[in-house]
Each structure stands twice: as structure tokens, then as C-alpha cells.
DNA sequence: CGGCTGATTGATCCCGGTCAAATGAGGTGG
DNA sequence: CCACCTCATTTGACCGGGATCAATCAGCCG
């Protein structure tokens, strides 16, 4: 399932992740590994990485596993506001408001690379190009927010769970995580349900919907997509948000 | 309604706004309103601002007036995904992902300052304070965005709309748009109904609920909250993501 | 084997959507 | 000044998507 792999190669999700959003150069390419190598961290399933209202002092970036970020309600109801995959940062420049409004709270065991605030703002101090890559991972997290914005507000639950589908399948393809038109899927309906804004109940009966129309199946922790221009469709799915396709 | 304020007084709101994010240098405050003088503008009512798709090439501080950012599906469902008010950047460093994924329209007449994309590099480059208030101002949207996915996912029609005028009570006063209780508000009920996920019609009952809860009053374009705790409380408001009270 | 977590199913209910029409408030031109 | 149009708000009647409640079932682990 989550085969170690050999020391070196553990940044290349970052490192393609920020290539994807802005060209690195080859400095910064080799400070970030660097710093990367320096940093790693481990944490297992189901624990928070950082809580709401905790004070934010470093920089973490995610190289294996999944993790959420979440808010609950007073009551006891919860919303996962964005999903964290390999490759992504969790908290580029967040430091800059010193606590974090939001939980995040890991799916899978994740290794991770802690950089100190320091240490983060060296880096980019050193190399614009790294900089602005942080930078644009930072605003495409806002714009995804905003695209699952219209997903909780004014999609139907078929096109909603769709929609999430092929969102995370477009994030996880860039960093090679994607075989096939299969991909590990650490998710629990429970998850998949905190996220959509649904039902348990209804999450399950919704997926049950994409599997009989034959547009995915989903068994034992792995999401094959068998009709993807389908399940596009049917989610109204447009990846221009992502920012996945620059010159 | 909009009397015309003195020259000098127009950077305010700008200035306030980012001076409650981030404390700015004497000499940051200087160059920012001798930018904003030089790049004053006006636009009219229900017009788009950018629209999804287009180059970003400037970054637009708003002196007055209101506006919203928004999606629509292709068979014409609209989210409102964020409202933008007096003293808000609408796009600060967007330039780094050459478009938008959004549009922005104006919901009145607005009066703002375009900065061209080289003068404000210049700008951020010449004062750190600067640089860091705009990007607070990045930060906090994404934390509005992530707040915006709570309450289209996990809370019922009368705590949404409740918490919406909650926040943007809050997000208002900075600037001094609040008096006594009471505020402008020039927001049709299908903006509220898009920008809360709900139909025109259940949001017209809401709010009658909420009028008749003696929360709150609204006619004539103007919002009165008459019982703020309350309206506080039924919303499960809590204001810490809006990031207004820093050291 | 019992206990736990996650997936699934069935039955029922209700929040909020949809449809349709009426009312009201400007705005405009004759 | 009034007829008319448009746009926003409001109301009523009905419907349905998805929630809730309650079991059951399937793995997994100690």
C-alpha cells in the first residue's frame, strides 16, 4: 500500500507539485530538497497536525498520505473544508496570521517536512522562484475553496460527490498518484460525507447512484473512474480553477 | 447616500483595513495612498469588475462600494462565493496565476484604485509591512472562503443567513461603515439567496423569521441589527477566523 | 467470541425548492 | 400626471431531495 521509497526520491511530490504552479529553478529546486530532507516528520491516522487556534511557527509540506482540513460546529457538526494531498503544503506563509483558524486532522499516516518559519523564510528570501510558487499554491487553495463553495451551495448531490471525485482525481494525477484511471482512496463515507455536506446515509446511497451508472467503482480503499468524460459531466466539472495547465 | 468624501479621506478605508491586518510603516501608508490617488477609478452598478478568464494584470483596492465574487454553472446556478467591501483588495498578487477563475460584479457604484502589476511589486518590494498587509488580506479571504463551505454545508437556512450578516457586521466595522447598529446595505434578496445557497423565496421567509425574532431589521437598504447577540448566537457566529483583532 | 468501526438498507419526515401569482416601488415616456 | 414597464419583495400551495432514525451486515482486532 504505501511502499517506503528510497530517501531521496521523497520530495519529488512537492517538487512537482510547485513545478506545476511555477516553474522552480534548479537552486531552488535543490535548497528546497535540502531543507525537505532536514525536515521530515511522521504523524499516524486520525490525529490533528495542527488544531484550531494553535499558533502556526513552521511550514509543513505533505510528501506521502492524506490529510483534511476541518471546522466543527458548537454541536458537534462537521465540515471538512479541503482535502491535503501529497505534494500540497499545508500552511505556506499562514504563520503571517499567527494562529490558524481551522483543523487539520490526517486520513492515512503522513510523512511530512516541518521547515521553521526561519528557515521557510530563508528559502524564499533566497529564491523568487520558490517564493512564488508557495505563493501560488497558497492561491489556488483559494480558489478551490471558492469552486467548493458552489459545490455545497448550488449542486445537487450526485453532481456534488462527482464533482469532489474528479477534483481529486485532477490534483492526485500531477504528482503521479493515479495508475490507470485508478487511485488509492483513503477516505471513509463518513469523510466523504463531512466534505459534500450531506448525510452519511445519503452519501452512501449517492455513491451507490455513480456505481450503477457505471461512472466509478469504489471497494477497499481504491476509486477507479470507468467513465471519466461521464463523471465529468454529470458534476459539471471544469479544471480551470486548479491552475493544473500553465505555459 | 454616497456623499462625496474629500480627496485626502478616500485611501482610508484602504488604509484602515490593512492597518488592522497588519501594522503598517509610516512610510508604507505615504506611498500606498500616493498610489491610490494615482490610480482612482470608477465603475457603475451590476457591471463586471474581471470576469472568469480574463488576465490579471493590476491589483484593485476598493474606496467605496460593494461588490461580489461569483461562479455560475452553466445552466445558469450562481453562487456567490464572497462578498468584497470598502477597504478590501479584490486581487491582490492574482496576477501570479495570469487569470481568474472567478468574475467580480459590482452590486453599486464603485470607486476604487487600479495599481498596475509593476508599480505594485514595486510598492510591496519597497515596504515589508506592506507587502505582508496585502498578503494577510490573501490569507483572511481564504479563511472567509473556508467559513463560507461551513456554513453552505453544515448549517440550516435560518443559522446561514443569520451568520452572513454576522460576519459582514463584522467585517464593516473597521472601516466605520457600521452606525449605532446599523449599516448600508445595498444586497437584492437573490444576492443573499446566491451568496447563501438557498432560494429567493426561503430566504425572503428567513429573514421575515429573523424580523420577527426581533433580530434584526432591513428595509430600504439598510440593515439595522437590533439584537446582535442573539443573532450572534443563533448564527453559531464566532469571529476569530475573520482575524480583526491582533496585537 | 465479543466489541468496534464502517457500509448498507428501509421507513418516515421535514426543510427548503419549485411554481405561480400578487403586490409594491421606481423609472420613463407620452 | 398618469399609463406602463421592470425589477424586487412577498405570499400561497405543493412537491421532493435529502435528513433522520433504526436496524442489519461485514471486516477487523484483541
Redesign the pocket.
Known sequence: MHPAPVEGSLAQPVIRRLNTLRRLSDEGVVSLERAIREGMQHIGTGEDLISEGDTVSSVRVILSGWLCRYKTLEDGRRQIVNFILPGETCDAYAYLLSTLDHSIATLTPVVYAEVKRAQFEALVARDRSVAEAFWCETLVNSAIQREWAINLGRR???ERVAHLLCELHERLRPVGLIEGNSCAFPV???DLADAT??????L??T??ELRSAGLILLRERTLTITDLDALKSTALFSPNYLYLYRA
Chains 1, 2 share one sequence.
Not at 197 to 202: A, E, P, T
Open positions: 445537487l448531490a450526485l471513509t463515507q463518513m455536506g450531506l448525510s452519511v446515509v445519503h452512501n446511497r455513491l451507490q
